[in-house]
């Protein structure tokens, strides 16, 4: 099993849709996980952190973390099309803050 | 405005040259990252650096090298560029928290 899952899409949505993101995760990775989003030619930015099982939200984006399940996931609501982009799941692994990531899953959002 | 800098945005090398990829961070921040993406791989970690002088091996370190002697600068070492070394490369840096924040990337390609 891989580190860190993910369904590598595309995930296409209309407008104004919920979009769902989902992740899994090994053993190997502890108890930070984070959502980035990387557009076409650009480097990854950070969207959500979560910490601790159960729902964080911040404005159109909700991050879902499930310990006993090892599954994180990320909502967004009211989809826009400059949501399109690659979102990509990363969990903590050891010492030094070093992140593990998975390998992305391209969203598309369409009018 | 916290910033992580990438020395090139594109660079082209012939096959058995010797490169360098630098990177420079201004957040005062203790740890390194270089990582290469590739599609439908994510991000793998290549080296990482936890203090000055300090290194760790990532999950792909082979034909890479790396260097830090300065806390705000970590430079990739590519001894011997080969083809299978195309690839777009990330740095990034995390200081007390698991929040990563990454260059713009260099996208290499080796002929």
């Known amino acids: 099993q891989k580190e860190v899952e993910q369904n590598s899409g595309p995930l296409s949505v209309p407008e104004g849709a919920i979009a769902s993101l989902n992740c899994t995760y090994s053993d190997r990775v502890s108890q930070s996980f984070f959502w980035y989003r990387q557009y076409s030619g650009k480097s990854p930015e950070l969207i959500m952190s979560?910490?601790?099982?159960g729902d964080k939200e911040d404005g159109r984006f909700t991050a879902q973390l499930n310990k006993a399940s090892q599954y994180v996931s990320l909502l967004i609501r009211d989809s826009q099309p400059s949501d399109s982009a690659t979102y990509l799941c990363a969990g903590g692994s050891g010492g030094y803050n070093k992140l593990i990531f998975g390998a992305g899953t391209r969203l598309a959002v369409h009018p | 405005d916290v910033k992580v800098t990438q020395s090139s945005r594109y660079l082209v090398k012939r096959t058995g040259e010797k490169v360098f990829l630098e990177c420079v961070q201004d957040?005062?921040?203790?740890?390194m990252f270089w990582y290469r993406q590739d599609p439908g791989l994510g991000l793998r970690l290549i080296y990482f650096?936890?203090?000055?002088?300090?290194?760790e091996k990532g999950d792909i370190p082979e034909g890479y090298s790396v260097s830090r002697e300065k806390k705000e600068r970590f430079s990739l070492i590519l001894e011997s560029a080969s083809t299978n070394q195309t690839s777009m490369y990330l740095c990034?840096?995390?200081?007390?928290?698991?929040?990563?924040?990454f260059g713009q990337g260099t996208r290499l390609t080796v002929v």
């Open positions: 979560i910490y601790s099982n």
């Open positions: 957040m005062d921040h203790e740890n």
């Open positions: 990034a840096s995390t200081g007390d928290s698991t929040e990563a924040f």
């Open positions: 650096s936890y203090d000055v002088k300090m290194k």
